[in-house]
DNA sequence: CCTACCGATCGGTAGG
DNA sequence: CCTACCGATCGGTAGG
């Protein structure tokens, strides 16, 4: 049963993960050749198609990869959220960064979200789901509490913060400059997005640090 | 100098157009054969060819039809915006749905923001660039006079309600639904990005018309 | 994991 | 605006 003679396991198909992710955030699934990707990792094309049996194959297995990596990258972040104002810009702020690690996840997410909606919907609702009704049911009780302002509708408020961070990962520098924003590591654009969540979602303002 | 003979002038064209903004938006530029834009518009491939040399002057033509559409539209919708509180959320509300005309607008401009970025920013910046800055002098007003909160950062804040509104009618549904929302012609999707455009750069609550 | 090879489709041209 | 045609590249298979 062990597929492998001996030795290095999977190490190649985890480089074929490595490479797709990034080819296929970079130029699209259309705009990136099986042969491409087999050059990156340094094998031949039959080779690639001897662990991925098809094109298509490969970019559902990187569908379930990429949400995975969120699924085991997200507990960490989100304890430190379940308490109110202060942790609240960091979590965001890490979520942000978590992103910036590798920018193709975001522009892959946004990618097949455009091209394949249903399966991605699919994996993340089955890798994920713990995670956003844990989220949601935070809001709640902060709404009961009174921390969290009244008007705020918890699923709908989450999924524009999220659709916030992916496109700020992905394209803020864009948008940025065409607005005049000075870029440069595009830390304004984090910093308003950190902003516009806060103040969207608690009722007073959290205590400045330093002014 | 007049390109065509008599009679129908541009038809054709226009409708290479229509189509190719539809078809790249859909299924992305490198997802697109000239002749599958050939064939919806009703004509044979080299006949596109004639009207755009290649397709690389294809997507080039598209982005600036694309972008041109919104200038003109949105001086239109800006005009109604010089008015404080009130007439913020009819504003956003109609830029949401000017862009849900055609989804394909959105999805075709975050496709090529994030393939081709230099390029839709110079068109952008051509273009757009007396509405943007006058939207930044507005806002920058509107602090002075205190009626817009002191810490907004004009040009990210732009930048972000703008990403907002192209991704939620690009992909709303689809995060939406991820996150539980009702959907449903996704509906509590902008009602909660103008909340929270709104909550993020007004200093007081607008006077709420019906309970 | 490789060489050798396949039919299909791609963007584009010749020439009318 | 069309027919006819091109070389290049695509995803994928045979067979080892």
Redesign the interface.
């Given at each position: 049963m062990m597929s492998k003679k001996n030795g290095k396991p999977n190490d190649v198909k985890q480089r074929i993960f490595d490479e797709a992710i990034r080819l296929f955030g970079e130029?699209?699934?259309?705009?990136t050749s099986i042969q491409s990707i087999s050059e990156a990792v340094g094998i031949r094309k039959p080779s690639l198609l001897y662990h991925f049996k098809s094109k298509k194959e490969l970019r559902e297995a990187v569908i379930v990869r990429l949400i995975s990596v969120w699924a085991e990258e997200l507990p960490r972040l989100l304890t430190n959220a379940r308490n109110g104002h202060d942790r609240f810009s960091s979590t965001i702020t890490s979520l942000v960064e978590f992103f910036n690690q590798d920018r193709n996840r975001a522009?892959l997410a946004?990618?097949e979200?455009?091209?394949r909606?249903e399966e991605?919907?699919a994996v993340?609702?089955e890798r994920?789901s713990p995670w956003?009704?844990m989220l949601?049911e935070y809001i709640q009780l902060g709404q009961d509490s009174g921390v969290i302002?009244a008007?705020?509708?918890p699923?709908?408020?989450?999924?524009?913060v999220?659709?916030?961070v992916i496109?700020?990962v992905?394209?803020?520098?864009?948008?940025?400059?065409?607005?005049?924003?000075v870029d440069d590591a595009n830390d304004?654009?984090i910093?308003?997005?950190v902003?516009?969540?806060r103040?969207?979602l608690f009722t007073k303002k959290p205590k400045k640090k330093k002014p």
């Open positions: 130029n699209g699934y259309e705009g522009r946004i990618r979200m455009m091209d909606p991605i919907q993340v609702q994920l956003t009704s949601v302002k008007d705020v509708e699923q709908a408020y989450l999924a524009q999220m659709m916030m496109e700020t992905a394209i803020g520098d864009v948008v940025g400059s065409m607005l005049g924003v304004p654009m910093e308003e997005l902003r516009i969540s103040v969207a």
